[in-house]
Structures are given as structure tokens and as C-alpha cells.
T-cell receptor, first 112, second 110 residues
Framework: DTGVSQNPRHKITKRGQNVTFRCDPISEHNRLYWYRQTLGQGPEFLTYFQNEAQLEKSRLLSDRFSAERPKGSFSTLEIQRTEQGDSAMYLC??????????FGPGTRLTVT | LAKTTQPISMDSYEGQEVNITCSHNNIATNDYITWYQQFPSQGPRFIIQGYKTKVTNEVASLFIPADRKSSTLSLPRVSLSDTAVYYCLVVALQGGKLIFGQGTELSVKP
């Protein structure tokens, strides 16, 4: 399968714990995006990378959130001290810089 | 990026043609109109993109009038599997982040 993959697909954690998600983009794509989606809403942009450089971060990305793409390939999104409001689907997408982005299946986070 | 407005929901029956209209009054010269489809518990999937007039692919057609302030996604002969949320987005030519609205929830009935 040469699509975007995300791991884990589901994560249940207790409030206050740290969680980390991984995204493996399509190999030839230099851009990687993170979005968050809550029930009934469209995805909200969080951040994106071009190769290993993080080019833009949303105001939604509080200090508890950090994303990396160390070698310009896979990316990780870490949430520290999780809160119940962090419960959402976290989506990763990759692309070549044009409008079409390829989305992964998402990681569903539940904070109890 | 221009804000988009589209109906929250639509109902249709199998075999019918479905047209979903989106307004984007403040679209800029370098912006493209792009549509995505999303099934429950999946990431969005690109459907079609256009700049002006008409674009057609194997899935849908996109009609854009000369003033580009609106666009219409046309799905021919829908089936039950076309039940999904459809998002209209205005995207800069050079790409970058996507700004999603609430989308249109299409329900196709037998």
C-alpha cells in the first residue's frame, strides 16, 4: 500500500498523559500536513512541513502540541498533558505543494 | 483564503443526478476551487479541481461561471455509496493548508 499511513488508529488515554502519533506520507511527497477533526465539523488545519521545515502552525496548536519531521520523511505529533478537549480525529495528509492532498485514515484520540 | 458557503445537507435517490452549489464571493485571482469527499471514519479524498468553465473526470463534473463567485459539483447517477460529506474549498495556486467548512452531508436513498 503506497498511501498515507497513520499509527495508531485508535488511542485511549487518561487526562494528563502524553501521547504521540506517527504519520508516514507517500514517499515522493515533500509536504506533510496535520489536521484535527471533531464530530460534525470539517478538518481544522494544525501545521505543515515542507521536507523537514515546519512552515506554518495554527493558533490551535497550543504549547502542549509539538510536531516534528526530522528527516523529511515520517512525522510525529505529540500532545503533552492531554485534556478532554483534545479528543478528536487527528488526520495527516501529504502532497507535492499543489492543491491535491492525500489523507491518511486518521488516529482517533479519546481522552478520559 | 475565500470563505465558502454550501448547503448543510441534501437528500437524493439512487440513479439521480446531484448538484451541490457552493458560493465563494471573495475568491482571488490565483485561487482554485477544489472539492473533497469524506466517508465516516476516513480521511477526506480529493474529487475534482477547477479554475473556470467546466471540468469533468471519471467521478464528477465541476461547473464554474465566468465570475467564479460560485461553483457546482455535479455527481451523475448517484448510488448508495455516494453517501458522504462533500467539502468545497478555495485553494491558492501554490497549494498549502486546506480550510474546510462544515461541508454538505449527502444522503442517497434507495
Amino acid at each position: 500500500d503506497t498511501g498515507v499511513s497513520q499509527n495508531p488508529r485508535h488511542k485511549i488515554t487518561k487526562r494528563g498523559q502524553n501521547v504521540t502519533f506517527r504519520c508516514d506520507p507517500i514517499s515522493e511527497h515533500n509536504r506533510l500536513y496535520w489536521y484535527r477533526q471533531t464530530l460534525g465539523q470539517g478538518p481544522e488545519f494544525l501545521t505543515y512541513f515542507q521536507n523537514e521545515a515546519q512552515l506554518e502552525k495554527s493558533r490551535l496548536l497550543s504549547d502542549r502540541f509539538s510536531a516534528e519531521r526530522p528527516k523529511g520523511s515520517f512525522s510525529t505529533l505529540e500532545i503533552q498533558r492531554t485534556e478532554q478537549g483534545d479528543s478528536a480525529m487527528y488526520l495527516c495528509a501529504s502532497g507535492t505543494g499543489l492543491a491535491e492532498q492525500y489523507f491518511g485514515p486518521g488516529t482517533r484520540l479519546t481522552v478520559t | 483564503l475565500a470563505k465558502t458557503t454550501q448547503p448543510i445537507s441534501m437528500d437524493s435517490y439512487e440513479g439521480q443526478e446531484v448538484n451541490i452549489t457552493c458560493s465563494h464571493n471573495n475568491i482571488a485571482t490565483n485561487d482554485y476551487i477544489t472539492w473533497y469527499q469524506q466517508f465516516p471514519s476516513q480521511g477526506p479524498r480529493f474529487i475534482i479541481q477547477g479554475y473556470k468553465t467546466k471540468v469533468t473526470n471519471e467521478v464528477a463534473s465541476l461547473f464554474i461561471p465566468a465570475d467564479r463567485k460560485s461553483s457546482t459539483l455535479s455527481l451523475p447517477r448517484v448510488s448508495l455509496s455516494d453517501t458522504a460529506v462533500y467539502y468545497c474549498l478555495v485553494v491558492a495556486l501554490q497549494g498549502g493548508k486546506l480550510i474546510f467548512g462544515q461541508g454538505t452531508e449527502l444522503s442517497v436513498k434507495p
